[in-house]
């Protein structure tokens, strides 16, 4: 395709310029940041005509005597052209329209804006618009379908939509593009084009390729490149047949390919190597105009797209010959001069490479001038003479004419086309709380603890930190000298990181308001070639990840710790209290989705890795936003789609999204930027941005509250919203107890609250599937509830006449009855065995507690009976007015009827019903499982208050005084034989844990003492039940013995009736303590006499 690049004349004033031919070709229209519009009947016209339009033209569009321009004034005006008369303002935006183009007919008109938006407007009524909304950023370009169907639009955001226009509606969508903040900062206008005729294809460009997408199946179908083109691609523009398809961009190279053939059968450069910004072919096609950023105008003329030539025929050759002259051509090619395609002398059609010296084979050349593949000329068949260039390939009709042909012998492809889904660009390391580091004014940080402003600009290099409690630390003001990108505050410090440089290394400071000492600062240097990318702070501790994909920790003192390598590039890592959260990228992510993976470290004592590298699940097409701990210290983060995820530890460390900001937008641009979240109360605390991602620094942002909601279906339905609160519910209760194992002192008060939420949200359920006659549903939720709830839930299935609900119940009921004394002797025993191993430290205070024990059972003796006895009527009579309301009790001479509860036992969690029935054994103290650690006090603004000690010392205080008073007298102090007596026994899981220490030891010998204990406990639980009650009983034969011999030798130091009495007492006292040890014996008290 040999052309002739005409020289390039001045049309406007430097900056971005667009340019096109008018329906005829006898005119070029151009417009530029002057804000004219001219008018040229050719590249030579010295006396164009000039239409001002406004400070700024950005883009203009031209067809059946219309004129639209996109102006700097915020409107798409419409002129009369030639001449160039106003004829209105066809639509407004709130900024500048970036693009407009017309319908291939010219009765509508298409516009992108800055401000997110794109507008369909009919000519001839400019009431009649469409808009559509849906990206997140300006928008770069728009096109036509030429059958009016769709259209499509390219965005900062990184998106080529494709919209239905009748519906409105996304067709699809393409996250292909680098993404930015403003048109004026992107790589590349991305002007889209979409192939005359019947539209198959749209030609999207990307980098330095163009993307053919397949119309309807919006299949990626082809990608055009070539190898000198190799900086990214501004416009693309298909020629009138729709066989061809130009292109230029930065750098200044102007490139055409045959869409058939995939080749390039042209290439220049614009002269100084400016960047193209405009491009249009002639109707006849046969001359491309261009423009670049310097207001020139260029024209490619001679350009032939009517038949065949040379550059791509081939004649037919002996195979032999034909690799021999390959040979030939290969060496020369070798030879040639790398520049080519640099000059219009340098065309590849204008300078086909010879052969050989016959020359018969001296058009054997691909239309690149470039051989590139050797099978492409092994045998005839396959040689690239079969390849046509001309018209007459295609019909007069549509889909003729823009169909891709195959030839009739297929060519074998010079090179392999990936077809598959497309890598997507890994997201770059941030600083979750932190505003772009480009800005001049921006937040390096924003938490719970404070906020870190930095400043950037001619008049100050400044950091600003404010702290939300000015009791933390009063507000400071700091010079950055150093050029400070990254920043972090805790209630113990600010850490700040800066980048290398040439001269400088990437340095880490912190500055230790907290310490005691004089020094509160102190700074390190990392080693050459290795930059901070993320850094957090923790409780006593501060981390910073590397370049380098490596993890250094460092005491708040500035004392170098532990040092590890990451699977890969970081990208973000939030820290709370001993929780180091780190997210980095562990592969690469195709179609618009990033592989991260996740660490959570535990940096305590016992240093341990809590979640070993899994996925991080994003939304589709998605990348991460925020990272970081709620105020209690759940992990948690937000995606760009605004779902935030919250982990759930009792459910294996899995994520479950909790809260979704996007539903709480009011516009497509507007986002929610988070600076916290807490558990109790339920708060997401986050800053409303309008039209933008991030707030300003001034004036200060108001914090606003949005509320947490899961995705669970049907949330309309009452039955959904109960559903969706009780496990919000058991969700946001989970840090109690990981708070509790972690030694820090929690609110029992509020969390005793979310437990009976919980159990009245399930009678709530509970009483909706009686309505709705779901009585299994009803089963399932009678599981859920505690043993109380479950008895409300009998009592409300007897009185609704549900009998057989109410026998399924009472067996939950038994079983939950069971399995809470089973956990009871499992505490008993790991306290009487962790007690056992800690009696030689406090033995004298046992014995105490030992003599008071005794004490206050010989004073209740005579009381026990009758609180039995109480117990046992009020048991019964609450039944009965359960099942038995208005109707007389049978006749004592009667059979008793079998009732449903009849199976049902009750247990101690019934006592409270009694009143003054009487008090209950009180159980022997349970021994501490270790010395409780000092306790810690927690991060978070919400101060947590109510330490169990304080709540529990004061009703044993009252409890011990009131025993006091009911002792009679003191008995005289028991002899050393006494003492050993009076020894608690020992439970069948002690004797069990005697004789296998050693063997649980010899497996692990690294464990401690409670971890022994549980160690045990698990063994020892699954035993089976004939095992467990042997050692149970073993027990108890010691227990018998023990208590023979303390009531014979009582018994010997009283005389006459009192004698008598002591040992009615220790036959009592033996039953008593039978039934303490034996789990089975505590449901008996409640039991139904059925004599």
Same mark, same amino acid.
């Given at each position: 395709?040999?052309?002739?690049?005409?020289?390039?004349?001045?049309?406007?004033?430097?900056?971005?310029?667009?340019?096109?031919?008018?329906?005829?070709?006898?005119?070029?229209?151009?417009?530029?940041?002057?804000?004219?519009?001219?008018?040229?009947?050719?590249?030579?016209?010295?006396?164009?005509?000039?239409?001002?339009?406004?400070?700024?033209?950005?883009?203009?569009?031209?067809?059946?005597?219309?004129?639209?321009?996109?102006?700097?004034?915020?409107?798409?005006?419409?002129?009369?052209?030639?001449?160039?008369?106003?004829?209105?303002?066809?639509?407004?935006?709130?900024?500048?329209?970036?693009?407009?183009?017309?319908?291939?007919?010219?009765?509508?008109?298409?516009?992108?804006?800055?401000?997110?938006?794109?507008?369909?407007?009919?000519?001839?009524?400019?009431?009649?618009?469409? *808009?559509?909304?849906?990206?997140?950023?300006?928008?770069?370009?728009?096109?036509?379908?030429?059958?009016?169907?769709?259209?499509?639009?390219?965005?900062?955001?990184?998106? *080529?939509?494709?919209?239905?226009?009748?519906?409105?509606?996304?067709?699809?969508?393409?996250?292909?593009?680098?993404?930015?903040?403003?048109?004026?900062?992107?790589?590349?206008?991305?002007?889209?084009?979409?192939?005359?005729?019947?539209?198959?294809?749209?030609?999207?460009?990307?980098?330095?390729?163009?993307?053919?997408?397949?119309?309807?199946?919006?299949?990626?179908?082809?990608?055009?490149?070539?190898?000198?083109?190799?900086?990214?691609?501004?416009?693309?523009?298909?020629?009138?047949?729709?066989?061809?398809?130009?292109?230029?961009?930065?750098?200044?190279?102007?490139?055409?390919?045959?869409?058939?053939?995939?080749?390039?059968?042209?290439?220049?450069?614009?002269?100084?190597?400016?960047?193209?910004?405009?491009?249009?072919?002639?109707?006849?096609?046969?001359?491309?105009?261009?423009?670049?950023?310097?207001?020139?105008?260029?024209?490619?003329?001679?350009?032939?797209?009517?038949?065949?030539?040379?550059?791509?025929?081939?004649?037919?050759?002996?195979?032999?010959?034909?690799?021999?002259?390959?040979?030939?051509?290969?060496?020369?090619?070798?030879?040639?001069?790398?520049?080519?395609?640099?000059?219009?002398?340098?065309?590849?059609?204008?300078?086909?490479?010879?052969?050989?010296?016959?020359?018969?084979?001296?058009?054997?050349?691909?239309?690149?001038?470039?051989?590139?593949?050797?099978?492409?000329?092994?045998?005839?068949?396959?040689?690239?003479?079969?390849?046509?260039?001309?018209?007459?390939?295609?019909?007069?009709?549509?889909?003729?004419?823009?169909?891709?042909?195959?030839?009739?012998?297929?060519?074998?492809?010079?090179?392999?086309?990936?077809?598959?889904?497309?890598?997507?660009?890994?997201?770059?390391?941030?600083?979750?709380?932190?505003?772009?580091?480009?800005?001049?004014?921006?937040?390096?940080?924003?938490?719970?603890?404070?906020?870190?402003?930095?400043?950037?600009?001619?008049?100050?290099?400044?950091?600003? *930190?404010?702290?939300?409690?000015?009791?933390?630390?009063?507000?400071?003001?700091?010079? =950055?000298?150093?050029?400070?990108?990254?920043?972090?505050?805790?209630?113990?410090?600010?850490?700040?990181?800066?980048?290398?440089?040439?001269?400088?290394?990437?340095?880490?400071?912190?500055?230790?308001?907290?310490?005691?000492?004089?020094?509160? #600062?102190?700074?390190?240097?990392?080693?050459?070639?290795?930059?901070?990318?993320?850094?957090?702070?923790?409780?006593?501790?501060?981390?910073?990840?590397?370049?380098?994909?490596?993890?250094?920790?460092?005491?708040?003192?500035?004392?170098?710790?532990?040092?590890?390598?990451?699977?890969?590039?970081?990208?973000?890592?939030?820290?709370?209290?001993?929780?180091?959260?780190?997210?980095?990228?562990?592969?690469?992510?195709?179609?618009?989705?990033?592989?991260?993976?996740?660490?959570?470290?535990?940096?305590?004592?016992?240093?341990?890795?809590?979640?070993?590298?899994?996925?991080?699940?994003?939304?589709?097409?998605?990348?991460?936003?925020?990272?970081?701990?709620?105020?209690?210290?759940?992990?948690?983060?937000?995606?760009?789609?605004?779902?935030?995820?919250?982990?759930?530890?009792?459910?294996?460390?899995?994520?479950?999204?909790?809260?979704?900001?996007?539903?709480?937008?009011?516009?497509?641009?507007?986002?929610?930027?988070?600076?916290?979240?807490?558990?109790?109360?339920?708060?997401?605390?986050?800053?409303?941005?309008?039209?933008?991602?991030?707030?300003?620094?001034?004036?200060?942002?108001?914090?606003?509250?949005?509320?947490?909601?899961?995705?669970?279906?049907?949330?309309?339905?009452?039955?959904?919203?109960?559903?969706?609160?009780?496990?919000?519910?058991?969700?946001?209760?989970?840090?109690?107890?990981?708070?509790?194992?972690?030694?820090?002192?929690?609110?029992?008060?509020?969390?005793?609250?979310?437990?009976?939420?919980?159990?009245?949200?399930?009678?709530?359920?509970?009483?909706?599937?009686?309505?709705?006659?779901?009585?299994?549903?009803? *089963?399932?939720?009678?599981?859920?509830?505690?043993?109380?709830?479950?008895?409300?839930?009998?009592?409300?299935?007897?009185?609704?006449?549900?009998?057989?609900?109410?026998?399924?119940?009472?067996?939950?009921?038994?079983?939950?009855?069971?399995?809470?004394?089973?956990?009871?002797?499992?505490?008993?025993?790991?306290?009487?065995?962790?007690?056992?191993?800690?009696?030689?430290?406090?033995?004298?205070?046992?014995?105490?507690?030992?003599?008071?024990?005794?004490?206050?059972?010989?004073?209740?003796?005579?009381?026990?009976?009758?609180?039995?006895?109480?117990?046992?009527?009020?048991?019964?009579?609450?039944?009965?007015?359960?099942?038995?309301?208005?109707?007389?009790?049978?006749?004592?001479?009667?059979?008793?009827?079998?009732?449903?509860?009849?199976?049902?036992?009750?247990?101690?969690?019934?006592?409270?019903?009694?009143?003054?029935?009487?008090?209950?054994?009180?159980?022997?103290?349970?021994?501490?499982?270790?010395?409780?650690?000092?306790?810690?006090?927690?991060?978070?603004?919400?101060?947590?208050?109510?330490?169990?000690?304080?709540?529990?010392?004061?009703?044993?205080?009252?409890?011990?005084?009131?025993?006091?008073?009911?002792?009679?007298?003191?008995?005289?102090?028991?002899?050393?034989?006494?003492?050993?007596?009076?020894?608690?026994?020992?439970?069948?899981?002690?004797?069990?844990?005697?004789?296998?220490?050693?063997?649980?030891?010899?497996?692990?010998?690294?464990?401690?003492?409670?971890?022994?204990?549980?160690?045990?406990?698990?063994?020892?639980?699954?035993?089976?039940?004939?095992?467990?009650?042997?050692?149970?009983?073993?027990?108890?034969?010691?227990?018998?013995?023990?208590?023979?011999?303390?009531?014979?030798?009582?018994?010997?130091?009283?005389?006459?009736?009192? =004698?008598?009495?002591?040992?009615?007492?220790?036959? #009592?006292?033996?039953?008593?303590?039978?039934?303490?040890?034996?789990?089975?014996?505590?449901?008996?008290?409640?039991?139904?006499?059925?004599?």
């Amino acid at each position: 395709m040999p052309c002739e690049r005409m020289p390039m004349r001045y049309g406007h004033s430097e900056g971005h310029t667009d340019v096109c031919f008018d329906d005829s070709g006898k005119f070029i229209v151009s417009c530029g940041s002057d804000g004219d519009v001219r008018i040229w009947e050719s590249l030579d016209d010295d006396d164009s005509k000039s239409i001002c339009v406004g400070e700024k033209a950005y883009s203009l569009a031209l067809k059946n005597g219309k004129l639209v321009t996109a102006a700097s004034n915020n409107t798409v005006q419409i002129h009369t052209f030639p001449d160039g008369d106003p004829d209105g303002i066809l639509t407004r935006f709130t900024t500048n329209p970036t693009h407009v183009t017309f319908n291939s007919i010219g009765s509508r008109v298409a516009a992108g804006s800055s401000d997110f938006m794109v507008k369909v407007v009919e000519v001839s009524d400019s009431s009649q618009q469409k *808009v559509f909304r849906g990206h997140d950023a300006p928008v770069l370009s728009v096109t036509f379908d030429p059958k009016d169907e769709f259209l499509a639009s390219a965005s900062c955001d990184g998106s *080529v939509v494709v919209w239905n226009i009748e519906e409105q509606t996304q067709a699809t969508s393409w996250p292909v593009l680098q993404k930015t903040n403003d048109v004026s900062n992107a790589k590349s206008l991305c002007r889209l084009a979409w192939q005359p005729g019947a539209g198959k294809l749209l030609a999207v460009p990307v980098d330095s390729k163009v993307h053919l997408y397949e119309r309807g199946s919006w299949d990626h179908v082809s990608t055009l490149s070539d190898d000198l083109v190799t900086q990214p691609i501004n416009a693309v523009a298909w020629s009138p047949s729709g066989q061809f398809l130009a292109a230029g961009g930065v750098g200044g190279f102007l490139t055409v390919w045959d869409v058939d053939s995939k080749l390039c059968v042209e290439r220049q450069k614009q002269e100084k190597g400016y960047t193209v910004c405009g491009l249009a072919w002639h109707p006849s096609g046969n001359q491309i105009v261009y423009s670049d950023t310097q207001g020139s105008l260029g024209l490619l003329d001679g350009l032939s797209t009517s038949s065949s030539h040379p550059s791509t025929k081939a004649t037919k050759a002996p195979a032999s010959k034909v690799a021999k002259d390959y040979d030939d051509l290969f060496d020369d090619d070798d030879d040639r001069l790398m520049d080519e395609g640099l000059s219009d002398t340098n065309s590849p059609a204008k300078n086909p490479v010879a052969g050989d010296e016959d020359g018969d084979d001296d058009d054997v050349v691909p239309a690149t001038g470039r051989v590139r593949n050797r099978g492409a000329f092994l045998d005839d068949e396959n040689s690239l003479g079969s390849l046509k260039l001309g018209l007459d390939k295609y019909g007069d009709d549509d889909d003729a004419g823009s169909a891709i042909v195959a030839p009739a012998a297929p060519a074998v492809p010079l090179r392999p086309v990936y077809e598959g889904p497309m890598p997507t660009p890994p997201q770059k390391a941030f600083q979750s709380g932190s505003t772009p580091a480009h800005l001049t004014h921006r937040f390096m940080m924003w938490n719970s603890v404070g906020i870190v402003r930095g400043y950037n600009d001619e008049q100050d290099n400044a950091i600003d *930190v404010e702290f939300h409690d000015s009791a933390v630390h009063h507000a400071m003001h700091l010079t =950055n000298s150093l050029g400070h990108s990254m920043a972090d505050v805790s209630q113990e410090a600010v850490l700040l990181a800066c980048p290398s440089t040439d001269e400088l290394a990437s340095k880490l400071q912190c500055l230790h308001f907290s310490s005691w000492d004089t020094n509160k #600062e102190w700074m390190v240097d990392l080693p050459k070639g290795e930059d901070v990318k993320a850094l957090c702070l923790g409780q006593g501790w501060a981390a910073a990840a590397t370049s380098a994909m490596m993890l250094r920790l460092f005491s708040i003192g500035g004392i170098q710790r532990e040092i590890f390598s990451l699977p890969g590039p970081v990208v973000c890592m939030a820290g709370h209290g001993e929780q180091l959260l780190i997210v980095y990228h562990r592969a690469t992510g195709f179609d618009g989705d990033q592989a991260l993976g996740v660490q959570l470290l535990q940096l305590a004592q016992r240093k341990r890795q809590v979640i070993h590298g899994e996925p991080l699940p994003l939304s589709r097409k998605s990348y991460l936003s925020w990272l970081g701990f709620t105020a209690e210290g759940t992990p948690c983060y937000i995606d760009s789609e605004g779902v935030v995820r919250m982990l759930n530890r009792s459910l294996g460390n899995t994520w479950t999204p909790v809260c979704n900001t996007r539903e709480s937008c009011k516009g497509k641009s507007d986002h929610y930027w988070v600076v916290g979240v807490h558990e109790n109360p339920e708060q997401l605390r986050c800053i409303p941005c309008k039209g933008s991602r991030y707030p300003p620094t001034l004036p200060r942002p108001a914090v606003a509250i949005l509320p947490f909601k899961l995705p669970l279906c049907q949330t309309t339905t009452e039955k959904g919203q109960m559903e969706e609160q009780f496990w919000r519910s058991v969700l946001f209760q989970n840090h109690y107890s990981f708070l509790s194992s972690s030694g820090y002192e929690v609110d029992d008060q509020a969390q005793s609250q979310a437990e009976k939420k919980q159990q009245e949200l399930l009678m709530k359920m509970f009483a909706l599937s009686c309505k709705l006659e779901r009585e299994f549903r009803c *089963v399932e939720l009678a599981e859920l509830m505690t043993q109380n709830a479950v008895t409300l839930a009998i009592r409300y299935a007897s009185r609704s006449r549900r009998m057989a609900l109410a026998q399924r119940l009472s067996e939950i009921a038994l079983e939950k009855a069971n399995q809470m004394n089973e956990e009871e002797f499992v505490e008993y025993s790991q306290a009487e065995a962790t007690g056992y191993h800690y009696n030689n430290r406090h033995h004298q205070e046992e014995e105490e507690e030992q003599r008071e024990e005794l004490e206050e059972e010989e004073g209740r003796d005579m009381e026990t009976e009758d609180a039995a006895e109480n117990r046992k009527r009020l048991f019964t009579s609450v039944v009965v007015s359960v099942l038995g309301s208005g109707r007389s009790s049978a006749s004592p001479g009667q059979p008793r009827v079998t009732n449903v509860l009849d199976s049902m036992t009750s247990v101690k969690k019934l006592a409270p019903l009694s009143g003054s029935a009487g008090k209950t054994n009180k159980s022997p103290p349970l021994k501490p499982l270790a010395p409780r650690p000092k306790a810690k006090t927690q991060s978070t603004l919400m101060q947590m208050t109510g330490s169990k000690t304080a709540n529990k010392k004061a009703p044993q205080n009252v409890e011990s005084a009131e025993d006091k008073m009911k002792q009679p007298e003191v008995p005289p102090t028991p002899s050393p034989v006494d003492n050993a007596e009076n020894k608690r026994p020992k439970t069948g899981f002690q004797l069990w844990l005697e004789e296998n220490r050693k063997s649980i030891v010899a497996d692990q010998p690294d464990l401690e003492e409670t971890d022994i204990i549980k160690e045990a406990m698990g063994r020892f639980r699954i035993l089976s039940a004939e095992e467990r009650l042997s050692w149970t009983e073993r027990a108890k034969g010691q227990t018998v013995d023990a208590a023979d011999l303390k009531k014979r030798k009582r018994a010997e130091g009283e005389g006459g009736a009192e =004698n008598e009495n002591a040992h009615v007492e220790a036959d #009592e006292s033996v039953a008593k303590k039978k039934k303490s040890l034996d789990p089975s014996s505590k449901l008996s008290a409640f039991a139904f006499n059925k004599n």
